[in-house]
Structures are given as structure tokens and as C-alpha cells.
């Protein structure tokens, strides 16, 4: 009976010893300098890092320590605030390159400018000339009310002096929203110059450097 029952224990002891295997080993220096290893994650470790060894005693992986509820919180907006400083960087990264692939050059740039503020620049002359078409219909106007000072305006002047001065008003804004806008225009190209300038430069210096030198194999 005992002999049979050799063949059983031996079996459940390589089993054990392939679960061990399985599961790894775990080791750390405890707070008090004590090296203390373990078949699974050691209690007296979790403030500190601990290492997952294979059976062969090569490290599996590093078990970093265990947080509390504040280092947590502290750990997540760590992490949140470098994804949104890579998704800065790669957004940068492709508006340069959508800058360099509209404007090549300095000469794109500069015929882009004048096209955008000569555009622009009619568009404010337009509006200027509307104010001073109202303003001489003003003038007009209150010409004929001085004529009729004696006496009640009639309906009909009223309502153009009403409109007139209605008119006058919304055109002066828009004059000068067309101008502030035709210095906006200025202000973007301007920015974009300063930085196609770097980008223009850096594209320069890695041309002239050129592709990296091959390697030669050492002769044997």
C-alpha cells in the first residue's frame, strides 16, 4: 500500500513545484533591512518596491509599491497632465508639418500674405466708402430738416433721419471690425513667419548634414 502510495506524493510535490514555478517568487528588504521572500506579494513590502523572480532567479518583473488613496489621486493627475503635455506635443508636431507643407518657403509665405490682406483690404474700403455714403446722406438730410425748423418734420424725413442714423451706426461697426480683422490678418502671418523661420532653418541644417554615415564592418 505504501509503495503505491510513492508514485502519488511524488506527482502532488512536482505539481507544487510547477505552481511555484507558475506563480513566481517574490522578494524585498523589508523596512527593518530583512530580505524576506514569498510565493506570493509579501505584506511586510507593499510600501516598497518588490521583484518577481522566475524559477531560474531572473527577474520576471518589478512589483512597484502599493499606494494610498492620496498618492493615488496625486498619480493619476501626474499621469493626466504628461497625456495631455504628449497630445500638446503631437498636435504641435503636426502643425508644423501642415505649415511646412503649405509654405515650403519664404516666397509661398510672403505671396499668401499680400493675397489674404489685399482681400481683406478691399473688403475695409468697401465698408468705408458705405459710411461715408451715409454721411453725405446725412448731410442731405439735415438740410432738409433745417428747412422745416419752424415747423414738425415731416413723417416721412423723420423716418429717414431715424434710419439714416441707424444705418450709420451698425456700418461703423462693421468698418471696424473689417479693420480690426484685416490686423488680425497681419498678426497671424506675422506669427507664422517667426516660426516657419526656425522650422525653415532646422530643415536646412538636416540637409546639409545629410544621411548618416554607414557603418563599414571592421575587416576581419
Known amino acids: 500500500m505504501r509503495a503505491a502510495l510513492i508514485p502519488v506524493l ?5 505539481a507544487a513545484g510547477s ?3 507558475q506563480a513566481g517568487i ?3 528588504v523589508d523596512a527593518h533591512g530583512k530580505r524576506i521572500t514569498s510565493d506570493r506579494p509579501i505584506m511586510e513590502c507593499l510600501d516598497r518596491e518588490q521583484k518577481e523572480l522566475n ?5 520576471r518583473r518589478i512589483v512597484p509599491p502599493s499606494l494610498t488613496a492620496a498618492e493615488r489621486v496625486t498619480q493619476e493627475e501626474r499621469d493626466r497632465r504628461l497625456a495631455e503635455e504628449r497630445l500638446r506635443a503631437g498636435e504641435e508636431r503636426r502643425m508644423q508639418r501642415a505649415l511646412l507643407t503649405r509654405y515650403p518657403n519664404a516666397e509661398v509665405h510672403d505671396a499668401e ?5 489685399q482681400a481683406q483690404q478691399e473688403v475695409v474700403e ?8 451715409l454721411r453725405e446722406q446725412r448731410v442731405k438730410l439735415d438740410g432738409e430738416a433745417e428747412s422745416h425748423k419752424t415747423a414738425e418734420w415731416p413723417a416721412r424725413l423723420k423716418q429717414q433721419l431715424d434710419e439714416n442714423d441707424q444705418q450709420l451706426k451698425a456700418q461703423q461697426r462693421y468698418a471696424a471690425a473689417q479693420q480690426d ?8 502671418f506675422d506669427e507664422e513667419l517667426a516660426r516657419l523661420k526656425l522650422l525653415w532653418a532646422q530643415g536646412a ?6 544621411p548618416p554615415a554607414a557603418v563599414v564592418p571592421a575587416a576581419r
Open 19 to 21: 505552481a511555484w514555478g
Open 113 to 117: 500674405r499680400e493675397k489674404a490682406l
Open 10 to 14: 511524488a506527482l502532488l510535490a512536482g
Open 55 to 59: 524559477p531560474t532567479g531572473t527577474v
Open 26 to 28: 517574490y522578494t524585498c
Open 181 to 188: 480683422e484685416l490686423k488680425r490678418i497681419t498678426r497671424r
Open 205 to 210: 541644417a538636416a540637409t546639409a548634414a545629410g
Open 126 to 133: 468697401v465698408a468705408q466708402r458705405r459710411v461715408q455714403a
